[in-house]
């Protein structure tokens, strides 16, 4: 938006969704960029898709931006390179930018924002003082081998190769918004090697017989559950105290049943599961909304419901109310561990549900792109893992080949 910059105008200057500029009439090339923090940034821009970030507007006033301006433009036409090119960033602690710059980003624009900053604060401690510019290649081969070989106060041993890699990540990333806020000229860690860290080899799903001892395990469980609240209420009326909701035959014991069968039939993330509302649930159309800021794409999607997924969830309603979130519940994880031991399960994880939903979709010939769309993935290149479970599909093609 081309306007006259104001002091008053600037002051006034409200964030908004995502970044917005205000491009100065009266000198040109000076930029007013706001960020949805509330940040605000003066840029200089002396030609097309060249610019630097010039200073924050706390410090730098609308008259000094000008002048700036003026002289950058100058120095373009006479040297065709102005000074501001030449010269490198002026560089910050690792700490200060976390505080001032990083964290009120991320806690607006990512979704566990303070959680990549939080991490990168507890895992890159002995690094907070060094300045941006001081990061390099030798510095992350000592904090990698350093790492790897440090217990951990939470496990009392070192990480694994795959939670090092990931911790690099966060650090990876937030250095290339420095970048883009001309506090680097270079994210110095994208040239790096990517660290070694052996996937899994085999993608666990679950086979005929160990589905068949899950769902009975799920069941046992339910009806253990609904014996212990009807002898508990029993116990409770012969003493006159107050009763806890009955649970009739056939009811759900706890959320454990229902979450695990539409993990099952739908494939959706642990996350996306737990933060499901019934306003995300249509019943009626079959359907179940993901909200962007539940998935891990960051993009809203649309998940059918099968006819198990829908009567699991119509009995949940009926049982709990269709009000607020369809499971109040923080995690499942100890419930799960329970639930593997009881059906007699070993080395699955609940994430695995996921691949469990996906290789049945393979295996019943749908096409890649749309398991792909089911699961929410950004790119085809992590479905391509399933490519395997449809040799009928492969040998289906080259059987079209005629001689």
């Excluded at 009811?251 to 039939?265: E, I, K, Q």
């Excluded at 749908?366 to 993935?377: A, P």
Aim: aromatic share 6%; net charge positive.
């Amino acid at each position: 938006m081309r306007t006259v910059l104001t002091k008053r105008i600037v002051e006034a200057a409200e964030p908004r969704d995502r970044p917005y500029e205000l491009r100065d009439i009266r000198v040109r090339g000076l930029i007013l960029r706001v960020q949805p923090s509330g940040y605000k940034a003066w840029i200089i821009e002396w030609t097309r898709g060249k610019r630097r970030t010039l200073g924050a507007f706390g410090h730098l006033t609308l008259e000094q931006a000008r002048a700036h301006a003026q002289q950058t433009a100058a120095e373009y036409i006479q040297q065709g390179l102005p000074r501001i090119a030449k010269t490198k960033p002026t560089s910050c602690t690792l700490d200060v930018f976390l505080t001032d710059r990083y964290a009120p980003w991320a806690r607006v624009e990512l979704k566990g924002g303070q959680g990549y900053v939080e991490r990168i604060r507890a895992v890159f401690t002995g690094m907070l003082d060094t300045l941006l510019t001081d990061f390099n290649a030798a510095l992350i081969d000592t904090w990698w081998r350093d790492r790897l070989t440090s217990d951990t106060a939470k496990t009392g041993k070192p990480p694994t190769k795959a939670t090092a890699a990931r911790d690099l990540a966060c650090l990876r990333s937030a250095l290339t918004k420095a970048v883009d806020w001309g506090l680097l000229e270079r994210n110095p860690l994208l040239g790096l090697r990517q660290k070694s860290v052996q996937s899994r080899k085999v993608i666990r799903y679950l086979s005929p017989d160990e589905e068949t001892r899950l769902r009975a395990a799920l069941q046992r469980r339910d009806g253990y559950m609904v014996a212990a609240r009807a002898s508990g209420n029993h116990w409770r009326t012969i003493r006159g105290e107050p009763l806890y909701p009955d649970l009739p035959l056939g009811s759900y014991g706890d959320h454990l049943t229902p979450v695990v069968l539409l993990a099952m039939n739908t494939g959706l993330r642990r996350g996306e599961l737990l933060s499901l509302t019934w306003a995300d649930v249509d019943l009626e159309g079959r359907m179940l909304t993901i909200r962007a800021e539940n998935a891990k794409s960051g993009r809203q999607r649309h998940v059918p419901l099968n006819t198990e997924g829908q009567a699991v969830l119509a009995q949940w309603g009926s049982q709990m109310g269709r009000v607020g979130r369809v499971f109040d519940v923080a995690d499942v994880k100890t419930a799960w561990g329970g639930l593997l031991e009881s059906a007699c399960i070993s080395g699955f994880r609940f994430h695995d549900l996921r691949h469990h939903f996906a290789s049945k979709l393979v295996r019943a010939g749908v096409d890649l792109n749309t398991v792909r769309e089911l699961l929410g993935h950004a790119d085809i290149t992590m479905t391509l893992r399933y490519s395997h479970l449809s040799p009928d599909g492969l040998a289906a093609a080259v059987a079209k080949l005629t001689a």
